[in-house]
């Protein structure tokens, strides 16, 4: 084995056992044992465990921060940019899930690595200044685009983490409901949201046709409920002149 491959073989290794005990529970002798090495192979490679651990968070953290970015940045409607951003988290969560694992426990204080928070906060400066740009198109207070990008991120980062364990329903239809909530917020949720532009507007016509037989129902029920109140007017009126009832 080359040094190449053993110091990749080392990296794979301590990423899955920093995962499932983060760093202070994983020990040089844990990993050497597991690549099948001497102690002073880990040693010569990164210093120590903490080297290694490093490395791991780093390679971690620009992973994620690529491929969320690559993702706003490949859209233009600003609907596609959040869809896209949350399926490329949900993405990276399901492909890399020891590798979100050891980013949401944050890096260790020694290490001198990004922690998951610096990482979101990179996310949602890219997200501030997308939104900036769209909040002086529309001439609002774009001195808010922090406060949204925020928001927006965490919403997103949160429900990832939630997903991590749970894994129901599937990401696609996670992302959905995420741009659901941010998209149209809570007084104008869609019923069943969905990434596919095609479906959403089959949805929104079949709303729509639903909403006309709705109102067309509601305004003749008013007509008979008129009619009604006419013919109770009617009737009191000929009680108070003393005719005869209607039979």
Request: hydrophobic share 35%; no cysteine.
């Amino acid at each position: 084995m080359t040094g190449k491959e053993r110091r990749e073989q080392l990296l794979d290794i301590g990423r899955t056992l920093f995962a499932e005990r983060g760093l202070d529970g994983t020990s040089v002798e844990e990993i050497a044992s597991a690549a099948g090495v001497s102690k002073p192979v880990v040693y010569e490679h990164f210093g120590g465990k903490e080297g290694l651990y490093a490395v791991v968070v780093d390679r971690e953290f620009e992973k994620l921060l690529s491929l969320v970015t690559e993702s706003l940045n490949s859209a233009v409607h600003y609907r596609s940019k959040l869809e896209k951003a949350a399926l490329a988290l949900l993405e990276y969560i399901e492909e890399s899930p020891d590798g979100f694992r050891i980013l949401v426990r944050d890096s260790h204080g020694g290490t001198g690595t990004g922690s998951y928070a610096s990482l979101l906060s990179e996310i949602a400066g890219e997200v501030e200044y997308i939104l900036a740009q769209e909040f002086d198109r529309h001439d609002y207070d774009d001195k808010f685009a922090s406060l949204y990008a925020q928001s927006l991120v965490g919403m997103v980062a949160l429900t990832g983490q939630w997903w991590l364990d749970v894994r129901k329903p599937r990401r696609e239809e996670v992302a959905a409901h995420i741009v659901n909530l941010a998209w149209n917020g809570l007084s104008g949720l869609e019923p069943r949201p969905s990434l596919d532009p095609r479906r959403r507007r089959k949805e929104m016509e079949r709303l729509g046709k639903r909403a006309e037989k709705a109102a067309a129902k509601a305004e003749k029920a008013e007509e008979r409920a008129a009619a009604r109140a006419e013919k109770a007017q009617r009737r009191g009126r000929r009680e108070s002149e003393g005719e005869p009832q209607e039979e």
